[in-house]
Structure formats: structure tokens, C-alpha cells
């Protein structure tokens, strides 16, 4: 593989300092599903934990190195899974946490970080705006976490990579969610180091589609605004570095519409019991945008998180209709 940030060795040392509750999650064929899908489909569960996402893994190593010799202060710009994951992590670690968040964001997410014991700080803007407040934290001398950035939130992403190498059978593909892109270059760089003929696909909102238009043009292609429900995703300036190393390991970036994602939340609960946020629900949104390409084929959706408004779900789910 070419130069790039990521190392296998380093996620296996990662799996080391994150706590086992993070580790080893449910994968399991899900043929309830199939028969609306026309392949067969396994789900990767990264809700069954205490921030109910997969952003933990990555914060966990994060917080162990400044437990160790790091400095004791930590601020991040997130109101959704990052802030939740970041405040469960250093509270476990004796860290000040700080989130730096809208204050448009959803109450019930904001209420939870902060019954992890982590300061929240409002901004009057989206998450690109509190990413700008939260920097100021460094002529402070505390430490700015930045989601894909910070090369160890994709190594402990990567290590969901690591667990799925060690699959029975292996998979024709795997289908990401792509935000910041922590997730897609960890996974991806272990799946193609350990699995090299499995597809790596990875899927964004046509309402969000800074990062697939960068991977497209092969530099980063930044926008306006985002429009989407999936605000797990909806990110506009991609990072040049992450560019760089998702360049090296996706095969494809693809964008879905909003129904889709709608009806593939409604086809998660319906046919597999399971609440998610609408990001989790990208990868069964490509499937049900592009059937032929994954007929008769067997996939991995990625289930990321489920941290969703209640009141926002139900209408979203309560209309979304199964074609």
C-alpha cells in the first residue's frame, strides 16, 4: 500500500487500551432483511454500548494516552456521538472535558453530555462553526480532539476493521458511512490490507456530499451548506489529509437520497429490530438505490450509532414507505 497515516500495527495496539465494552461487537447474518434486498446481508452492531455509537473506540484511545502523559484538559466540537463518546471517555480517565456544540442542536443529545460530567459550550452556528470555537483551546495548552484529524479516532475505528477480518466467509463488500472519514480510512485501510478483493463502499447523503465530491475529484472540494438528516455526516470542508488516505482505500463513493435513508431506518426497525440514527441507515440506502450491483452478493452494513431524537424519528419512520 502507499504512504499513508495508518498502520495495522498501531490499531492492534489500540485494541489494547479500549475498553472491553467497546470491543467485539455483534456481526450476524440479518436474512430478515434479504428478501427486500435481493443479497445477503450482515450487520456490524455499534450501538450495544454506553454512548450507543462507534465513536468510543476511538476516543478511548485518546484518553488513555493523556491519562498517561497528555495534558488533563481536552475539548472537541461535536453535540451528537464524538462529544458523548469524549465526555464517557474522560470521566473514566479523570479528564476535563469540554464540547464545544450548537446550541441548535438536538436537547436531548446535549443533555446527555453533559450527564457525563462534560462542560457544553454553545455556539450560535453548525458543527463547522464550533470546530472553529473549540480550536481557540490550544493557545490554552488543552488538548483539541478533532474527529478524523486526530489519527487515533481512525485507529480505533479500525479496529471494527480488525473484527471483521476475522469473519467466516469473508464479504463481497463493505458499505461505510462517510463522514469526516475517521471510519472509512480505518476500516478501509484494514479491509484492503487483510481482505484485498472485498469492495469498500462508502455512502453520503446527496444533502452532505463534500467528501465523495473531493474523492471523485481526487482534492477536496469543500460547500456552502449540507441539507440532511443524517447530520452524523453533514460535514463541508473535508480534511486534505483523511482525502489522502481514503484515496487509497475506497473503491467507491456513492450519495443517497433522503427516502432512502428514510426507508432504509424503517427497513432496520421492521426487519431487524433496531433503532437507528440516520447515518447508520446509509449502507441499506445504497442497496436499495442500486439493487443490480449488489444482487446475489453478500454485504456488511456498518449499524454506526443510534443516537437519535425521538420526536424526529418517529416522523421520519412513521412515513417512510417500503419499496
Not at 10 to 23: E, W
Not at 80 to 85: I, R, S
Not at 155 to 174: H, N, Q, W
Request: charged share 25%.
Amino acid at each position: 500500500m502507499q504512504e499513508t497515516r495508518l498502520d495495522t500495527a498501531r490499531f492492534r495496539a489500540a485494541r489494547r487500551v479500549i475498553d472491553p465494552v467497546f470491543l467485539d461487537t455483534p456481526l450476524y447474518r440479518c436474512e430478515a432483511l434479504e428478501p427486500h434486498l435481493g443479497c445477503t446481508v450482515s450487520i456490524k452492531l455499534e450501538t450495544a454500548n454506553p454512548v450507543r455509537s462507534f465513536k468510543a473506540r476511538g476516543t478511548e484511545v485518546v484518553a488513555s494516552l493523556l491519562a498517561g502523559h497528555g495534558p488533563r484538559a481536552v475539548v472537541c466540537a461535536s453535540a451528537d456521538n464524538l462529544g458523548q463518546a469524549l465526555a464517557w471517555s474522560g470521566r473514566g480517565r479523570g479528564l476535563d472535558v469540554t464540547v464545544v456544540a450548537s446550541r441548535f442542536a438536538t436537547a436531548a443529545k446535549l443533555d446527555r453530555i453533559r450527564a457525563l460530567d462534560a462542560r457544553l459550550e454553545l455556539v450560535d452556528g453548525d458543527h463547522d462553526m464550533a470546530r472553529e470555537r473549540a480550536a481557540i483551546a490550544r493557545h490554552d495548552g488543552i488538548r483539541l480532539l478533532e474527529d478524523s484529524l486526530d489519527i487515533e479516532t481512525c485507529e480505533g475505528a479500525a479496529t471494527i476493521g480488525l473484527e471483521l477480518a476475522d469473519a467466516v466467509p469473508s464479504f463481497d463488500a463493505v458499505l461505510i458511512a462517510l463522514g469526516g472519514g475517521a471510519l472509512a480510512t480505518g476500516m478501509g485501510h484494514v479491509v484492503k490490507a487483510m481482505a484485498p478483493e472485498t469492495e469498500v463502499i462508502c455512502i453520503q447523503p446527496l444533502g452532505a456530499p463534500a467528501m465523495t465530491h473531493s474523492w471523485r475529484r481526487r482534492r477536496v472540494v469543500t460547500t456552502d451548506a449540507t441539507d440532511t438528516i443524517a447530520d452524523g455526516v453533514a460535514g463541508r470542508r473535508p480534511i486534505p489529509a483523511v482525502l489522502d488516505d481514503l484515496l487509497l482505500v475506497a473503491d467507491d463513493a456513492v450519495l443517497v437520497q433522503e427516502a432512502s435513508i428514510i426507508a432504509g431506518m424503517r427497513m432496520l426497525l421492521d426487519h431487524a429490530g433496531l433503532v437507528v440514527e440516520p447515518s447508520a441507515a446509509l449502507g441499506i440506502a445504497a442497496i436499495l438505490e442500486d439493487r443490480d450491483r449488489f444482487a446475489g452478493r453478500h454485504v456488511v452494513t456498518i449499524v454506526c450509532g443510534s443516537n437519535v431524537d425521538a420526536d424526529a424519528y418517529h416522523r421520519w419512520v412513521g412515513a417512510a414507505p417500503i419499496r
